[in-house]
């Protein structure tokens, strides 16, 4: 158990040194313990507008109001600033917008620092809400289920160029097959090159990176967020936090019965 638990913290360790920031460590103090985070340089209105709120104190004394155990951990609401025990809290500011920066090299690994957002009937340009902040908690994939997603959308386009450049030659293969084998291997590799050359440069196939595969398979994520919200950040030290507010129960609006309160955010 041990060697297993020290593999892991290496894996996430590897992840975390191979990403670099200009900016500064923010500290995320809580009652559950204290994360340290870094902000990406390459979603820069992200890290910036967090960073200014951060220098402003704005997220101090604010709640993780809403929790969901192997999605994220949600907070820095204004309104759950000593909000009452059971009350609804979380009201977004659409005053505090902002356009998306999707990437493709950051994705929501468990400890990803993302911003939340409205709904798509109202938002189509799935403009960030920067008065909030989540963190990933999420879930471990196996690999067999990422093989999976990759399968989901690519074995569609695989099977419409076979339908298109294989199966209309399939009769004549087979009359070759019962009469020439020679011709038959011919024809059949011909085919099957055209086949495997179309669907190399077939647009809309879909493989998940190398590094996004290693951390859903090690330390875990929420695959279906990718592409929809901005992550622009990521803790680097304290990820058991996310797991003992992750592990607290919760009410019917997923708000903690215990406050998971963030007692400051600062640069280190």
Do not use: C, W
Not at 60 to 89: C, W, Y
Not at 114 to 121: G, S
Not at 222 to 231: F, I, K, S, W
């Amino acid at each position: 158990m041990k060697k297993y638990i020290l593999t892991i913290v290496f894996v996430a360790f590897a992840f975390f040194v191979g990403a670099q920031t200009n900016y500064p460590v923010v500290v995320i103090e809580t009652n559950y313990g204290t994360m340290k985070a870094m902000l990406y340089d390459d979603t820069p209105n992200h890290s910036n507008h967090f960073l200014k709120l951060v220098k402003q104190g704005y997220f101090n004394g604010t709640l993780f109001h809403r929790v969901v155990k192997e999605f994220m951990i949600q907070g820095g609401a204004q309104d759950s600033k000593n909000a009452p025990a059971g009350t609804q809290i979380g009201g977004g500011r659409t005053d505090m917008d902002i356009m998306p920066e999707f990437r493709d090299n950051h994705f929501h690994k468990k400890g990803a620092l993302a911003a939340p957002r409205r709904d798509d009937n109202v938002n189509p340009q799935k403009k960030s809400d920067a008065s909030q902040f989540y963190i990933v908690h999420g879930k471990v994939y196996t690999q067999g289920r990422l093989d999976s997603m990759e399968m989901a959308v690519n074995v569609p386009i695989k099977n419409k160029i076979i339908r298109e450049h294989y199966l209309p030659h399939k009769d004549d293969l087979a009359k070759l097959k019962a009469t020439d084998a020679s011709a038959f291997n011919t024809m059949l590799d011909s085919v099957l090159h055209v086949v495997d050359s179309l669907y190399e440069a077939a647009p809309g196939k879909f493989f998940f990176p190398a590094e996004l595969k290693e951390a859903y398979s090690t330390i875990g994520g929420a695959r279906h967020l990718d592409g929809e919200y901005t992550v622009f950040g990521e803790v680097t030290e304290g990820l058991e936090v996310i797991d003992k507010i992750a592990a607290l129960a919760v009410d019917g609006n997923s708000r903690p019965r215990s406050d998971a309160k963030i007692v400051r955010i600062y640069i280190q």
